[in-house]
């Protein structure tokens, strides 16, 4: 793994598939707006720099297990999201962004409430979303085959179980009509 990844923490099966920075075209409305102000005010570097340092300080992974986001200028945050734990992929691009080919790919989680990880200005979202997207129903499908064979494994185990209760309380029902005599019916039924 480069140093660019130092960040990173990937299981030894782990590889990465997908990586990704905030697209420098969705600073063009930064620029748009902070030029003119560092000509008339010097204000324009205070919108201009935090900006620039957002999208040069943010990394977006995917691996073949799950995704992940680094942000931080002077600290890092790292967010990990399992295939396992996704719910919903969509991706989004307003007009400017469509035009200039960048978007957000916005990843819900099952019990969160509403957008746990937006990978934002993405080059490409919706191929990043479809990419994503497959990957977690590839993995979700695998998790399913494996719970389909753990169902059945204790279904049979019940019904092992139940056949052992059975033959309990037909060996009891044997014996209680052993010991009162009672003639059997042709319907297999004992006298009541």
Known sequence: MSEEYDWLTLDEDEEILWDGKISQKSMIGTYVVGVPLIL???????????????VKHTDYVITSKGVYKKTGILSRSVTEIEYEKIQNTAFSAGPVARYFGYGDVDISTAGGSGVEMKLRAVEDPQGVQKRL???VKRAQGARGEED??????????IL?????????????????????GGAR???????R
């Open 160 to 180: 092992v179980e139940l056949r052992a209760i059975r033959e309990s309380v037909e060996a009891r029902e044997g014996d209680a009509r052993g010991q009162t």
């Open 148 to 157: 389909t064979e753990g169902k059945a494994d204790v279904l049979d185990e």
């Open 185 to 191: 019916q042709p319907d297999g039924r004992g006298d």
């Open 40 to 54: 008339l005010l010097g204000l324009g570097l205070l919108i201009i720099v935090p900006s620039y340092l957002i």
């Open 133 to 135: 997207s497959r990957l």
